[in-house]
């Protein structure tokens, strides 16, 4: 079977940086990827990482480590938009479908 | 480009009642189509998926199913309702081209409360 681990809460103050862990169990991988979801809102894709180390999107990095099946997505310049619920990703074990964790609630306070 | 599109946006349902959710995805052929369900404060939950017209595979047992009569319209439906299937349904696209794609797009969701 497959499981996804990443802390249900955290709150950081606006300007700051915050670092969301997932660690992942699953017989085959073939990636990791991240997910923001708003409030009443639809999931959006924001980052992947097929292979080990970082990748960056603008305020966003996403790094993956496969020996320790361990990731992060971390976020600078918080700003208050940035309040949402982040979720790691992992594709079962069909290969077709994302299974996703249960998600982190991000709080970006002033 | 692509959009994906979910009906109705808002449903309450009487338990015993039967559902159809209806998704449809424009601009893209042969995609890959997803339902999720959503608990209130909760994770996503993998429903079905499918490949391919007429080709469904169904991750969690439940009185859901799943059916796409045409390339690019998924449909999520039950005979009876209960209690536990309220929460918050998303239907989503990812292309089929290229085997394994790792983004996938989200229609807007349907939000349903069975009473």
């Known amino acids: 079977g497959q499981s996804l681990e990443q802390p249900s809460e955290v709150t950081a103050v606006e300007g700051a940086i915050v670092q969301i862990n997932c660690t992942y169990q699953t017989s085959g991988f073939y990636g990791l990827s991240w997910y923001q979801q708003h409030d009443g809102g639809a999931p959006t894709f924001l980052s992947y990482?097929?292979?080990?180390g970082l990748e960056e999107t603008g305020r966003f990095s996403s790094f993956l480590s496969r020996s320790d099946s361990y990731g992060y997505l971390l976020l600078q310049e918080l700003q208050m938009k940035d309040s949402a619920s982040y979720f790691c990703a992992v594709y079962g074990d069909s290969g077709y479908a994302l299974n996703f964790g249960k998600g982190t609630s991000l709080l970006v306070t002033p | 480009s692509q959009t994906i599109h979910q009906w109705p946006a808002t449903l309450v349902q009487p338990v015993g009642s039967p559902l159809s959710l209806e998704c449809t995805v424009e601009?893209?052929?042969?995609?890959?189509l997803y339902w999720y369900r959503q608990a209130a404060g909760r994770g996503l939950q993998l429903l079905f998926y499918?490949?391919?017209?007429?080709?469904i595979s169904s991750e969690v047992p439940q009185n859901l199913s799943a059916s796409r009569p045409q390339d690019r319209q998924f449909i999520l439906s039950s005979k009876k309702l209960l209690l536990s299937d309220s929460g918050f349904y998303l239907c989503a696209w990812s292309s089929g081209l290229a085997g394994l794609s790792y983004e996938q797009y989200f229609g807007p969701g349907t939000r349903l409360t069975v009473t």
């Open positions: 601009g893209t052929s042969n995609p890959n």
């Open positions: 990482n097929g292979l080990d």
């Open positions: 499918s490949v391919g017209i007429g080709q």
